[in-house]
């Protein structure tokens, strides 16, 4: 059963109890084997087995035993209980022959008298359909025709009783047996009444020792029905709580509820609705035309539309403005009526929410979607001009570049995302003096800035080495110059600078703050030690430290940006592995175009490029 109940049910053990106070040791044993039964759900002979085995066992009284169980149970219950029950005991001691206690016995109905069977079966389908709490029970009576006992034909099927027994467990079970504490109660009184006259009846409120010991206050409402009874038990506490969810609900919500009556002209509001409108509910609340009133003019079409839905007969749903004091509030309202045979209605309800909080946030969300829009225009625009700034000035080949002593290829991956438009850039170029000048590069960030930054570089090492030195180390030194002469606003930026020697294949190389290049021989790939150089434009006087290496024919140097083997979630000797496996696999025996095309990057948000040299036999070698 619910709690509702469990509630019931105590109350009832107490009524019970107290109904058959009697100072007779025979009343002792009973009420104290009806207080056990109900308390723990066994059958009334049970509890009278164990009142029986306890006087044994202690060599006492069986009345004695009785009378220490019903004042242990008597003493947890709380003051109020008590007192009732003395007052009912005061009652019953005055009026002792007005109150006939039935006999009570181990019987086990298992089916409903056969006359009333089929409206017990139909008191089960009606119950099953009906949310509440209820039972139905049908009298029971002796050979003179005196209602003895009750037995039980339907049970709600949420109802679940201090037990736990559900209605297939109590349904065809006498009163008496299955709650024997029941009996010449209050509610059982006013059972035996209502079978007599017909008359529905109210017991309570009552108070209760709840499950905790919790004092509550439960009612029960007796209605005849048929051959039988209809209880419904009804908690007003409950009821009470309901109807503070219910505000809670309204005030979390900002919703309120009206109703207008239009035969009587009365209107109703809730509490919430007076607040909505911040009215003073002592002055009722709004006539038609101080709510006409408050509508801002602009919304009269709204209002118009609404109106012609209400008058097809439709639910009306519309959101619209109304000023209230100095300030403007957004309402949605949902309008339907009770109607007449013909339709026209009797009854106008609706339910109002104060929406102003998320109109004023929709508005402000489709200001900012506006502005976002406008604003990826212009970065789709800046994208657009830097990459093609980006091919300009870095046109990338699609073959071998021929160079003295070397073939070249290069291979550039741009990000996925156009809003990545980078400054990566590479430089293999012979110089004066026939020997070959490799560069690569990276600049930090993206954009028209990384791609200008990253021209002015690439143009700068290609004027330098023609008017200055091939020195790499002095090169990198020039080109620091170059960022820091842009003070704070400096940029930075990475580069690997080399000076190949086609004669005798040495390879003098520097590098500021770049990945060192990878070098591939007989299948074997090893990185370059790496000489030490900060970043570009980073400090005012770096040091850049160069390294000299010697490639044979056939050996393959590749020289990459970041995006090859960087990735946040792996390390940076992660990153190599995937290349390193590559190059062992295939630089000896695959062209360069088709050997990078096989290198993959490890971020693709990052732009990625690629230079790859072989050395071949040079022409003066070959004479």
Same mark, same amino acid.
């Given at each position: ?49 164990? @009142? ?26 709380? +003051? ?56 139905? /029970? ?20 949420? /109802? ?91 005030? @979390? ?62 639910? /009306?749903?519309?959101? !619209? ?12 309202? /949902? ?50 001009? +830097? ?6 000035? @870095? ?16 291979? !550039? ?24 000048? @490799? ?98 434009? +980073?400090?005012?006087?770096?040091? !850049? ?6 490639l044979d024919e056939g050996d393959v140097l590749l020289f990459y940006t970041d995006g090859l ?59």
């Amino acid at each position: 059963m619910s709690s509702q109940q469990d509630y019931l049910q105590r109350l009832a053990d107490i009524d019970a109890a107290v109904a058959r106070a009697q100072p007779d040791p025979r009343v002792l044993v009973d009420r104290a084997a009806g207080f056990i039964a109900g308390r723990v759900g066994c059958r009334i002979d049970e509890a009278y087995g164990q @009142l029986q085995l306890i006087a044994t066992e202690q060599g006492r009284p069986l009345a004695e035993v009785a009378g220490d169980v019903l004042a242990t149970m008597q003493t947890h219950m709380p +003051a109020e209980v008590r007192a009732v029950r003395a007052a009912v005991d005061g009652v019953l001691q005055r009026d002792q022959t007005t109150v006939r206690r039935p006999a009570v016995t181990a019987r086990h109905v298992s089916v409903p008298p056969r006359e009333d069977s089929e409206w017990a079966a139909t008191m089960r389908q009606v119950l099953a359909a009906v949310s509440g709490s209820h039972t139905a /029970v049908s009298p029971v009576r002796d050979a003179a025709g005196q209602v003895e006992d009750f037995v039980v034909v339907a049970v709600s099927p949420s /109802v679940a009783d201090l037990s736990g027994r559900r209605d297939g467990q109590v349904i065809g079970r006498l009163i008496s047996e299955t709650y024997p504490t029941v009996v010449g109660g209050p509610v059982w009184q006013a059972w035996k009444d209502t079978v007599d006259d017909r008359i529905p009846r109210e017991v309570g409120p009552l108070p209760y020792e709840g499950e905790g010991a919790v004092a509550v206050t439960v009612v029960v409402r007796v209605h005849a029905v048929g051959p039988g009874l209809l209880n419904s038990w009804v908690r007003p506490d409950e009821q009470a709580r309901l109807a503070e969810r219910i505000d809670q609900t309204e005030r @979390l919500g900002n919703l309120g509820w009206g109703e207008w009556d239009l035969l009587s002209g009365n209107v109703v509001w809730s509490d919430e609705m007076f607040r909505i409108y911040e009215r003073d509910p002592a002055d009722g609340p709004l006539r038609d035309e101080e709510s006409r009133a408050l509508r801002l003019p602009e919304d009269e079409p709204i209002h118009q539309q609404a109106a012609a839905t209400f008058g097809r007969g439709e639910t /009306v749903d519309m959101i !619209y403005r109304v000023r209230i004091g100095d300030r403007i509030k957004f309402l949605r309202s /949902v309008i339907d009526a009770v109607r007449d045979v013909n339709g026209r209605p009797i009854k106008v309800y609706g339910i109002t929410q104060d929406v102003t909080a998320r109109e004023i946030s929709r508005a402000k969300l489709a200001e900012i979607e506006q502005q976002l829009q406008s604003q990826r225009m212009s970065l789709e625009a800046e994208h657009l001009l +830097a990459s093609q700034l980006q091919h300009i000035i @870095l046109p990338i080949p699609q073959t071998t570049i021929d160079l003295p002593g070397l073939q070249a290829a290069v291979r !550039y991956l741009p990000a996925e995302h156009a809003s990545q438009v980078g400054g990566d850039w590479y430089h293999a170029a012979v110089v004066s003096d026939g020997q070959v000048l @490799l560069a690569i590069g990276d600049v930090a960030g993206h954009g028209i800035r990384a791609a200008t930054t990253m021209a002015r570089l690439r143009h700068a090492l290609a004027a330098l080495s023609v008017t200055s030195t091939t020195e790499p180390a002095e090169l990198l030194s020039h080109l620091n110059r170059l960022l820091r002469a842009d003070g704070r606003d400096a940029d930075t930026a990475t580069a690997v600078i080399a000076r190949y020697d086609p004669l005798d294949g040495t390879l003098v190389w520097a590098q500021a703050g770049h990945p060192p290049p990878l070098r591939t021989r007989r299948g074997s790939t090893t990185t370059l030690d790496r000489p030490g150089g900060p970043l570009l434009g +980073a400090v005012r006087s770096p040091v !850049y430290e160069e390294a000299i290496t010697r490639l044979d024919e056939g050996d393959v140097l590749l020289f990459y940006t970041d995006g090859l083997i960087e990735h946040r979630q792996r390390t940076t000797a992660e990153g190599f592995v995937p290349v390193i496996r590559t190059l062992n696999d295939a630089a000896e025996h695959l062209p360069l175009t088709e050997l990078i095309g096989r290198l993959r990057r490890a971020n693709a948000q990052d732009d990625t490029c690629i230079l790859a040299v072989r050395r071949v036999r040079a022409p003066e070698e070959r004479r």
